[in-house]
């Protein structure tokens, strides 16, 4: 804990230091992701620019939870397509039920009836393995990854469904070191990018993606340390916890953890993935060094995108596009996670 909690406030307080505001960001990422005992990578693009930067950004890492976007992203292709609707009902049966995390679906009735919307919702606000099942049994693994592969992303795979490690749908080579899925973190961020610029499916269901995003609980990572209280920033992420699934040299298996995010903030609209694995770290806390680190990397780049200038200019540029999202602002903060979106799509497990 206390490695973490120093760590935290070292790169926190980088920023006040003028000799690091003059420091390029890029060198401060990779400063931090060197002292990060694991394996990390970072992507993030600016989204009004077109400016990146990147630490280990090509490197593959296992996606967890965080594969349950491209889920999300056929699901939209496929009822874009007419082969179901948002409201189309799927009834709960018991043998759905996956793994025993108190997750919304696992703790609901059998018989129980809910709309492909519900399941997009408890998949990616609360990271529903049941949930995500349904879905992946709706729209078919290969098609997730055939879509992927359709935007150029070819680093961003689903092997599977949840809770069944070794059983992969394709790709067995890779689920057996990967698992669920796997993902660079420049591929996650591309998808996160395509979604907020309105290019996948269309402008409207891209609106409505972010929405569900937005309304996710997990918050212990890439908004944990944003000025929420100061300015008005929207985060719509999803994040991914698992357990490596083959041993290092020494026995030991490390965790994984991944957070990308769409953020708007007063200075720039930026997309941001931050993956790790091998873990040293396995504490279940909010002291993580994981969550800690991610959360200082995340705030680096806010402050970078968001000095005096920078946010006079986005305040000037970006006026319509705030206005647009104005509910998502008010409901956004990290201690609002509970409040219920304001889209028409109204209705966090552990590990992915």
């Known amino acids: 804990m206390r490695i973490a909690a120093l760590l935290a406030a070292a790169l926190l307080a980088a920023p006040a230091k003028a000799a690091d505001r003059s420091a390029p960001l890029q060198a401060r990422l990779e400063r931090a992701i060197s002292a990060f005992r694991g394996e990390m990578g970072i992507a993030v693009v600016n989204l009004d620019s077109g400016e990146s930067f990147a630490v280990n950004g090509d490197k593959r890492f296992p996606t967890a939870s965080l594969i349950k976007v491209a889920v999300m992203v056929e699901a939209y292709h496929q009822m ?3 082969k179901f609707r948002p409201e189309t009902s799927v009834t709960l049966r018991a043998e ?3 793994g025993d995390e108190t997750v919304p679906l696992n703790v609901m009735h059998a018989g129980a009836t809910l709309t492909v919307v519900d399941l997009l919702r408890f998949m990616i606000a609360w990271s529903d393995n049941t949930a995500t099942n349904l879905l992946v049994r709706m729209v078919g693994t290969a098609n997730v990854d055939r879509r992927l592969e359709s935007y150029g992303i070819t680093e961003m795979k689903l092997f599977r469904p949840t809770f069944r490690d070794g059983k992969a749908d394709v790709f067995p080579e890779l689920e057996r070191e990967y698992g669920l899925g ?6 996650a961020a591309r998808l996160l990018e395509l979604i907020a610029q309105g290019k996948v499916v269309s402008r409207a269901a891209c609106d409505e993606m972010i929405a569900i995003l937005a ?9 944990r340390s944003l000025p929420f209280e100061r300015d008005q920033i929207l985060v719509a992420n999803k994040t991914g916890w698992d357990e490596e699934k083959l041993p290092d040299a020494s026995g030991f298996k490390g965790d ?3 957070d990308a995010a769409y953020v708007n ?6 997309v941001i993935a931050i993956c790790a694995r ?7 806390s909010v002291d993580n060094e994981t969550l800690v680190t991610g959360a200082a990397l995340s705030r680096l780049v806010y402050d970078f995108y968001n000095t ?8 000037r540029s970006d006026s319509r596009n705030r206005s647009h999202w104005a509910f998502l602002f008010r409901r956004n903060a990290p201690n609002s996670g509970s409040e219920r979106s304001e889209s028409r799509y109204g209705s966090r497990s552990k590990r992915g």
């Open 80 to 82: 874009a397509k007419g």
């Open 96 to 98: 759905d039920k996956a």
């Open 182 to 187: 796997m993902t660079t973190p420049r591929a």
């Open 215 to 223: 309304l996710q609980q997990d918050r212990a990572m890439i908004p």
């Open 256 to 258: 994984v953890r991944n």
């Open 265 to 270: 903030s007063p200075g720039a609209r930026y």
């Open 278 to 284: 091998r873990i040293k770290d396995k504490r279940a």
């Open 308 to 315: 005096p200038s920078r946010r006079s200019a986005g305040a």
